[in-house]
Each structure stands twice: as structure tokens, then as C-alpha cells.
């Protein structure tokens, strides 16, 4: 039987999630045509950082409780994960201050090292353009989720399970709720963050640099820095999304695993599917496109894909039901790109014009000048 | 001393002074010891046969070349060193044949985009000060919608710049010259690939703002039947040297110019 407050809370954290990473892809190939097609990476920034950093920290500070020394936690909490975070998680709903100390430091450290990393990417991003950009971030993007899933102290000793975020809202009494709350909250605020700057002359400057940047340039724009700086806001943003991922303990199944957080479908492809479904620099299409898939597809489909791939009778041309499910997806993720390059190419609510003051004081002052 | 108060009065009426300009491609000279002084306020013409340095003359006024030889002096400033940049921030801006607008933005947003020195571009902290930028914002849509209604775009202002015309769009190219803060604008050949109705409207667009706003042009063009009359001062050029100046219709009726364009 489906528990349906259960399910909302499922969904709501899913579409926060999902807003907030097709948002901060949004700036950066919507509003000023970086074609990124290593989202994932920057999403994984946040998974680690909550996964590990934070992780180690609430077991360095909880190292009395957990029987042994601060330098031990600070290593067997990444390489007896499980073990070590199943015994954090009986002591930390009883700390809900290092509990929110944690919660704060994944938020500020996610983002500042998601801007790092766009900043990083930011220097291919002035030299290469289009497909050969795209392309490029798309295989930086494999390549540290190689270098991730094998690496110890980053993904821990198992490669397939990696690791276990605590319950850091495990003191809320109620952690489904609260994560689900808590993952509302960040997407409003990514929100009301991005109509502001879509709606200020910064806005407008981005997406000036999309349209001509050579006419930018002759203007006196410094394109290179504004590439540069969508590639370290928008990746910020981008690393939001990780930690609000990776806090919630539904969404993980309590686990983040590199093949997980860098997984290019889920993390890159479909915020590109939301963008491009919302309308390109459309920050009220993205969010409308987000809510209405992923209540009524993503969440239904990876809770009962099973169940609905066993609608499809593939068994009766040999394909295995479980892998159907698991492709199905897929199959959404492309049938659903093409449905809205064929009937709306411009998004379900196309771009609209950088509003820097309201529209009413714009007339106001245009009445002025009317010849 | 006498010579001294002439050469100043002659630095107060000319924006564009050129002395003895060559530039050489190769063993060709493209421009042979050029003199050309383009007065203040006025539209100018420059016509001239296909290579005869229209167009070098062009860039190396506006700073895409660099000459040989002579000196260009812009409002008394020796400038023929300066990069192109530096040359717009004196106010000294130059269009391309082909307009380049910011397709998705509005008209409004084009101009506004060429506002210089704008606080709220700073995307840190755009999005969280909007007070730190707004009274600048405001008086940059003041300025815009001033200067649409200038070129005759006022009613355009909301629709994006992919739905104007050729001839529009050219009038927005001057509109974001000015809002830069251009007082002199070159332009290549304007009237290229927009009909003879609009080219009309394109010039009255000129003359108005050279006359009322004091702004100084100085234009290559070919269609010289539709141009002619609406300017003040014209320059022929044949085989990198200047061949002819004058009133229009004195340079267009010259021999030597019947001649550059029949003879080839």
C-alpha cells in the first residue's frame, strides 16, 4: 500500500532537486550559451562534500562517542563507512547543533567548491565552443567519476556502494519531512535567486554574450569574464543540488555511490531535457517543466518502474523486465526531447526579456519620450 | 602665431583630422599619402571605386589598422596608436555593413546593453543589490528610450531585435553607438542590402541627429544616387589617394571621378 505522505515527500524533494540542478544549468547554457554537458560533475561536488567532508567532521567532532581517537574517525569513517556512519546516526539525533553545524558547512563548502570547479572548467570554456566544449566537459565528467568510484578516501572501500550520509536531520524527529522541507526551501530561494538575476542588467549581459559576442565585445564587454563567471555561479548552484540530494536519506536509499552522483543521465541529460522542455533562459518555464515531469514521471517511474515495465510485456521478446525497467528512462528522457523540439522548439514558457525595473515604471518612463 | 589660431580653429571644426596617411599591402599602396578632414556635426560621404582604400581608410580611422605613415588626430588627440577600444571610449565608434544585434534580446534591451560602466553587470552582486543598481538603470532607460525616439524606433521598443528589418536594424546599430556614447559614428555602407523607401528613412534618421544632436558622420557608400542629397561634404578616393572633395554634387560631377568609376 502506498503511503501517500510518504510519496509527496518523495516528489517534493525530487522536484527541489531537480529545479535547483536544471536552474543552475540554465544560466549557464540557457541564459549564456555554454553548452555544459558536464552538470553531473558539479552535482557530484555536492554528493562528496556531504558524503565525506562533512561526514569525517561529525565523525572527528563525535570521536569520544564513537569509542575511538580523532584522527582514527577522521579515516574509519570513509573506509568502514557503514559501520561508522550506522553508529553516528545513533549519536548525532542527539546533537542537533553539530547536526545543523554540518548541514551549513555542506551548503557553504558545496557551492564555494562547485565554483572552484566551474571556474576551473571556465578556462576550456573560453577557448573551445559548441560541440568541442560539450564534449569536453562531458568527459571530464566520466573521467572523475572514474577517478572517484576508485579512489578510497574519496568514495570509500566499495566502489559499487560508496558511501553512507549520515541522518544529519535525524534530530528533527521526523527526517523525511524536514529533508523534504529543507530541499523546498533551498529550491525557493535558487528560485527567487535566479528570476532576480535573470531580471537584472547581468541578466541581460549574459544573455547578450549568447546572442553576439563579437557585437558584445565591440560594445566593451568583457565576454571572457562573463563565461567565466556563468561557468562559477551557475556550477555553485549546480553543487546546491548535490547537498540537497545527498541530505535527503529517501532520495539516496541512504547512499552515495559515485556511479550515483555522477550518473550523466539523471545529473545532465535530464536537467537538459527540463531546460530545453521549459524554454532556454526561462526560469519560470524550467520550473514549471521540472514540477510537472518530475511529479508526474520521474517520481512515479523510479518508485514503480518495475511494476510498469511489467505493463509492457517485453518478456515475450526476450528482454528481461528488470532491464526494461531500468531503461525506461531513458525512453522517456528521449521521446519527450523530441515531442518538444517538434511542437514547442522554444519551450513551454519561451524566454522573456530581462525586466530590470517594472514593466510599469518602464512605460511610465517611455511615455516621456514619445515622439 | 596667426598660423597657430588657424590650425586651432581648423582642430575646433574638424573631428577627423588625417595627415599624409600610407598604408602599403605588400607593393601595394592602398592609401598614398591620404588627407581628409571630416567637419564637426556634418555628415560626410566617401565614395569611390571597389579598391580604391574606402575601407582601409575606414580601418585605420577606427583603429583595425595600423598605418605606415601620417598621423590620425581625433578632437586634437593624436589617436593613430590607439586599439579600436580606446578609440570608442573617445567617443569615435564605427558600424560593420552586416548589423550584429543581440537577436533575443528587445530592441530596448540592445540599447540598454551598450550603457558603459553599469553596476548591476556585476552577476555577484546583481541578483541581491538591486538597490545598488537601480537609480543607474533607470536613468539608462531614460537615456534609451530618449535615443529610440531619436532613430525612429520608439514604437519597437518592446519587440525582440530578430523581427526588424535590415534597415532597422541598422538604426538600432546607431542607436547602441550613441548610447555608448558616441559623437561620431563611421558607417559602411549603410544603405548595402536595405530598400530605397527605408534608406530614405535611414538618412532623414541621420540628418536629424546630425543637425539636432550635433552628432558627426562619416559614411562609405555606393548608392550614391540615394545618398547624395542628404549629404553635407563628399570625398572621392581613386587608387588610395583622395582625388576629389567638395559639395556632393561638385565631387560627383568632377572628371577625374567619372572617369575612376567608368574608366576602372
Redesign the interface.
Known sequence: MVNLAVMAEQIISFIAVYYILSASLNMKAGMTGIPDFGQAMFFAVGGIVVGNLATRIAAVIAAPELGVTRGEAWKLVITQNTDFVARLNEILPHKPGLSIAMILFSLVIAMILGGLLGWLASYPALRLRGDYLAIMLLTASEGLRVLATYTVSIMGSTPTVGLTAPNFFGFTGNAPLWTSVFALIMALLTYVYMESFHNSPGGRLFRAVRDDEESAEALGKDVAKVRRDAMIIGSAFAALAGVVFSLNPWTTGSSIAAQSIFDRVFWTFWPWALMILGGMASNRGVGLATTIVVALLIGPIRLYKQDIARLFHVQAVGIDVGYFANALEYILLGVLILLVLLIRPRGIIPEPPSWTLKKDKIKEIARKYQA | MGLQVAREEELQEHVIITENLVKRFGGIVALDRVNIRIPKGKITLLIGPNGSGKTTLVNVISGFLLPEEGRVIFKGKDITRLPP?ER??LGLVRTFQIP???????V???V?????G?P?????T???L?SK??PF??EA??RA??I??WV?L?QK??VPASDLSGGQLKLLEIA?AIM?GADTIIMDEPAAGVNPTLVHELFDRIVRLSRERGVTFFIIEHRIGLVAKYVDYAYAMNMGRVIAEGPPDYVLNHPDVLESYLGG
Do not use: C, M, Q
Open positions: 577600444h570608442v571610449k550584429k544585434p543581440f537577436l533575443n534580446l528587445t530596448l534591451e540592445n540598454l546593453v551598450a550603457a558603459e553599469h548591476g553587470e556585476n552577476p555577484y546583481a541578483a541581491v538591486r543598481w537601480i538603470e533607470e532607460v531614460e528610450f530618449d529610440l525616439s525612429g520608439y521598443w518592446e547602441r555608448k
